[in-house]
């Protein structure tokens, strides 16, 4: 059984964004794209700027590790974020960056 | 100043056909080529208040716009346009020659001018401030544009707005109106001063007429204005003159749209716009009595005073 991919911010984006009420504009560094985004996405992608990690990584920041639900949305987020070159999985160092204690696969 | 007015006639066909005229538009000078004596008749109409520079001053867009050889001079003939020795369209019927010009100044802007970010996107002011009223065609935009300008507002672009990437602000670029379909009676009725070509009728975008620019517009053309309204038209029949928010985030996107070179300029393009944004108030506006919208732009004005 594969380890679940462990997720960054992809290499060369700087998250230059604007937020009014809720609603972000993001810009594209690899791709020269404005994307519409809510304020929960653009925490998202600061939180895999700070730290890759897994998508249940991410859910137990969020408190959500034991929604099902949550957690499909999550990881179609993730798929989302990473077609348009947001994110990528984490080539580098696969493996050093264990899945929290207690963390439930999403 | 020299202006096409002042050439007279005969100087302006001669430099038409021979040098090229030089024509000041905002911060732009078209070097013009033609011999074509309609086209110089209704340059000299709508063109006659802007600034002429001499033979030999730099020009940043060099136009030719020249007749059909051969056959073709008798049968169907045609209006070619070039740029720079290129020829970016297909040839028009002859009688749409001015339309062809309008156009093709409109396409030297939008796709060389790029130390501005340029929207599709008319643009008027008052006191200082300008609003910017990005729409496709077909939302009554340059309808609106005719009317504010022929109540007090000054024009600054009917098509082209140009953003200024360093602060922000709008460089005029004022050039007629132009004015497709049933939007021209509309506006001869509403505006019965104002000077107006003859109606070509089956051009691509149906039957157009161009209404020429205020001479104070013209005279103003160096003075910038500072954003403060981006307004979405649209005409509806039927529809009470009303102005809805709209979220800035969404204003950005929409307005990345309408723009020419957003993309070009890459992150430059994000800071203008996201600039932009902050710096305004943006809106949707739908409306269908022209003296409806022309009071909401007044009450506009006057909240920000």
Redesign the interface.
């Given at each position: 059984m594969s380890s679940p991919p462990i997720w960054r911010l992809a290499p060369g984006q700087r998250l230059?964004h604007?937020?009014?009420?809720g609603?972000?504009?993001l810009?594209n560094?690899l791709t020269?794209?404005?994307h519409?985004l809510g304020q929960d996405v653009l925490d998202v992608l600061g939180a895999l700027r700070d730290m890759p990690r897994t998508a249940a990584g991410l859910a137990q920041d969020a408190g959500a590790a034991l929604d099902p639900e949550w957690c499909a949305e999550l990881d179609e987020l993730l798929a989302d974020l990473a077609a348009l070159d947001l994110i990528a999985p984490d080539l580098i160092a696969p493996g050093l960056i264990e899945p929290l204690p207690g963390t439930q696969p999403c | 100043m020299l202006t096409v007015a002042s050439l007279g006639e005969r100087e302006l066909r001669a430099r038409l056909r021979g040098p090229g005229l030089r024509l000041q538009t905002g911060p732009f000078v078209t070097c013009v080529h033609s011999p074509l004596a309609p086209l110089a008749a209704t340059l000299g109409t709508m063109y006659g208040d802007y600034p002429v520079l001499e033979e030999g001053a730099l020009a940043d867009f060099h136009v030719r716009l020249s007749g059909s050889t051969g056959l073709r001079r008798f049968l169907r003939p045609q209006v070619h346009f070039h740029y720079d020795g290129m020829a970016p369209f297909q040839p028009l019927p002859l009688d749409q020659a001015f339309p062809m010009f309008e156009w093709a100044m409109n396409w030297c802007v939008s796709s060389q001018a790029n130390s501005w970010l340029v929207i599709h996107a008319a643009v008027i002011e008052k006191d200082g401030l300008a609003a910017i009223l990005p729409a496709p065609p077909g939302s009554g935009k340059s309808t609106l544009c005719a009317a504010l300008v022929n109540r007090g507002w000054r024009l600054l672009s009917d098509e082209l707005t140009l953003v200024r990437l360093d602060d922000g602000k709008i460089d005029p670029l004022p050039r007629p109106v132009s004015l497709k379909n049933a939007s021209i009676g509309i506006i001869r009725d509403y505006a019965p001063a104002a000077a107006f070509t003859r109606p070509v009728a089956d051009t691509v975008k149906g039957t157009v007429a161009h209404m020429r620019a205020s001479s104070d517009s013209v005279a103003r053309a160096g003075q910038a204005a500072a954003p403060a309204w981006i307004v979405f038209p649209k005409w509806q029949a039927g529809a009470a003159a009303e102005l809805t928010p709209v979220p800035q985030a969404r204003a950005h996107m929409r307005l990345a749209e309408n723009a020419f070179n957003y993309s070009l300029l890459g992150e430059t393009g994000f800071h203008t716009v996201a600039r932009l944004v902050d710096e305004v108030r943006t809106f949707d506006f739908h409306y269908s009595v022209l003296d409806d919208a022309i009071a909401v732009f007044e009450r506009l004005l006057a909240e920000r005073a």
């Open positions: 230059v604007r937020c009014h009420d609603e972000c504009v810009f560094d020269g794209d404005t519409l | -």
